[in-house]
């Protein structure tokens, strides 16, 4: 998948982007994951935490793109 790198995460924050490039998941430290769709002017749907008091570490897409899979220091 792309590579990206920007402020957000700079602020602790994770970014992932699918590998149709179409896709871009972004996670703050405190399970808030959102899904952007680049194609699609609305707004991301939020995606419900499971480990509210866990920093997310990672954040990414799988080959196919179907899933995103997050990661904490648990």
Not at 32 to 45: K, N, T
Not at 61 to 74: C, E, I, K, P, R
């Amino acid at each position: 998948p792309p590579t990206y790198s920007s402020r957000y995460e700079d602020c602790g924050g994770k970014v992932a982007v699918s590998p149709d490039g179409v896709r871009v998941a972004t996670g703050r430290r405190v399970w808030d994951i959102s899904l952007w769709s680049l194609d699609r002017p609305v707004g991301p749907i939020r995606l419900p935490g499971l480990a509210r008091d866990r920093s997310i570490r990672g954040l990414t897409f799988t080959a196919d793109g179907s899933q995103v899979l997050a990661a904490s220091t648990d």
